[in-house]
């Protein structure tokens, strides 16, 4: 059994109770019409509905083990706001469905070389002497020009997914708000059927947009989660997709496969595109930030003393100022969400980028297609790639 309109109306009553009590929200995504929802008197009464979803759901078809890895992720984020200290390696495997490794000395060493052989191109380095003339020359302060950037050119990019054989329509209608948040993301997209898509666009301080940014905003929110979502909201609508998977979280490991695949949009397509050389160093340059804030992250839970943490990431980002920095490592230590879902960046577009590298054209297409129509866990999305590869 998949109890599906019971997993809608306690994932439905939590998100109202915690919008109620001034908590983070819970559902990202509402993708179905059905209408139930719970009422709950406390964050406990929560938790046992939790923990009684799990023990009922049957994890012997691809849907029931998906659901049943969503409500464990769930039973231990709430377990984790409700103050319970939970080893650091068992609540990545638990909220994320993965275990979580360092980037070695080689990667990092690697994803460098290639910000600083973009960079080359444009005459400067990666060192604390070229950080004003990139600010100066490569990035972009202006909103209207940053949203201008990421929605106008969805139109050409979802062309390029529809040939690729992703069924993309010409464009979504959205809402576009700016905010000033004192976070971590640039854009948070997120809806539901009744009240549609919102696009937030972060004009913090603390945020920086370099040139090739909005092209990589348009392809990972829209192009990536907006297109998805969609898709998954077609399907419960046609019954090929259970509506309880149309409840997002991102506290679980479906969000671990939507990051990755909102990351990763262009390794698929890049050999019949070609993108701008500043769309290239921005996202390089980015995989490589997530890459050194990701082993940051992980020294925190190491225990390593918090100067040595800072010290670590300021020498290896001299682009990045310490504020941002020491704000990073703030969130991932205090935040019961950011502690495992900031990881889902650049490990989940590392996972994707390792599973596609020796797979054929077509093995590709597949693949893609299916990350864009089937709800999946990372495991689930790892046994995928290799019976593709396989066949």
Not at 15 to 29: L, P, S
Not at 43 to 68: K, P, V, Y
Not at 114 to 135: A, C, H, I, W
Not at 207 to 229: S, W
Request: proline share 5%.
């Amino acid at each position: 059994m998949l109890c599906t309109d019971k997993i809608i109306a306690v994932y439905r009553g939590w998100h109202n109770f915690e919008r109620a009590h001034d908590g983070a929200e819970i559902v990202d995504f509402d993708l179905t019409e059905m209408k139930t929802a719970d009422s709950f008197e406390s964050r406990e009464e929560i938790l046992a509905a939790l923990i009684t979803l799990a023990e009922q759901l049957d994890t012997n078809s691809h849907e029931g083990e998906f659901l049943h890895d969503k409500v464990k992720a769930s039973i231990a984020y709430l377990r984790a706001v409700l103050g319970q200290p939970i080893p650091f390696d068992e609540y990545i495997r638990d909220t994320l469905g993965v275990s979580i490794t360092v980037f070695s000395d080689q990667e990092l060493l690697v994803a460098r070389n290639r910000v600083n052989e973009l960079l080359s191109e444009f005459g400067m380095q990666l060192t604390p002497e070229y950080k004003e003339d990139f600010e100066t020359r490569l990035t972009i302060s202006d909103p209207e020009q940053i949203k201008q950037g990421i929605i106008d050119q969805q139109e050409f990019w979802l062309a390029r997914l529809r040939n690729y054989g992703v069924p993309a329509p010409n464009r979504f209608p959205f809402k576009v708000e700016f905010v000033k948040v004192d976070a971590y993301w640039s854009n948070w997209i997120n809806g539901s059927v009744a009240e549609g898509i919102t696009l937030r666009i972060n004009i913090h301080p603390r945020k920086k947009y370099e040139l090739g940014r909005p092209l990589m905003l348009c392809l990972h929110e829209i192009c990536g989660h907006a297109l998805q979502m969609s898709l998954w909201k077609e399907r419960i609508a046609e019954g090929l997709i259970n509506p309880a998977c149309g409840l997002t979280t991102v506290h679980s490991p479906e969000a671990f496969v939507c990051e990755g695949l909102g990351q990763s949009v262009a390794d698929f397509i890049s050999d019949e595109v070609e993108f701008p050389r500043e769309f290239w160093l921005s996202r390089s340059l980015q995989y490589y930030t997530l890459m050194v804030l990701h082993n940051a992250h992980l020294m925190i839970y190491e225990s390593v003393p918090t100067e040595e943490i800072l010290q670590y990431a300021t020498i290896r980002l001299p682009f990045t100022s310490p504020v941002v920095i020491e704000a990073e490592i703030r969130d991932r230590r205090t935040d019961p969400l950011y502690r495992t879902y900031q990881l889902t960046y650049a490990a989940g577009e590392h996972m994707i980028s390792t599973l596609i590298r020796d797979l054929t054209s077509d093995q590709k297409r597949l693949l893609l297609r299916e990350l864009y129509l089937t709800p999946m866990t990372p495991q689930q999305l790892t046994g995928l790639a290799h019976t593709i590869k396989a066949h």
